[in-house]
């Protein structure tokens, strides 16, 4: 799930759901300033791998944390669902 927090993006606010697997295979990029959460919703344990562009930087970290009912994503992961609100997903 994406959230894009980007203020003059032409997507700003918008919510974009993704459902991957094994018979759908996905590359998905996430730009700078959007949010984004995962969560396996099948019953068989799930692959993820993650590829950012540059190494972490613990001086500058670039890595940011949100709650997952925080009220800024007005949205949140929940099993088998679309944008739902007061789950335990994360983003």
Do not use: K
């Not at 344990?45 to 562009?53: G, H, Y």
Request: with cysteine; charged share 20%.
């Amino acid at each position: 799930m994406l959230y894009d927090a980007r203020p003059d993006s032409a997507s700003a606010g918008r919510v974009n759901v993704f459902h991957c697997g094994t018979a759908r295979p996905m590359l998905i990029t996430v730009p700078p300033g959007v949010w984004h959460g995962v969560q396996n919703v099948g019953a068989a344990p799930a692959l993820l791998l993650n590829l950012p562009d540059r190494a972490y930087a613990y001086e500058a970290p670039d890595h940011w944390r949100l709650p997952h009912d925080t009220e800024r994503i007005p949205c949140s992961l929940e099993h088998g669902a679309g944008p739902q609100r007061g789950d335990p997903g994360r983003f």
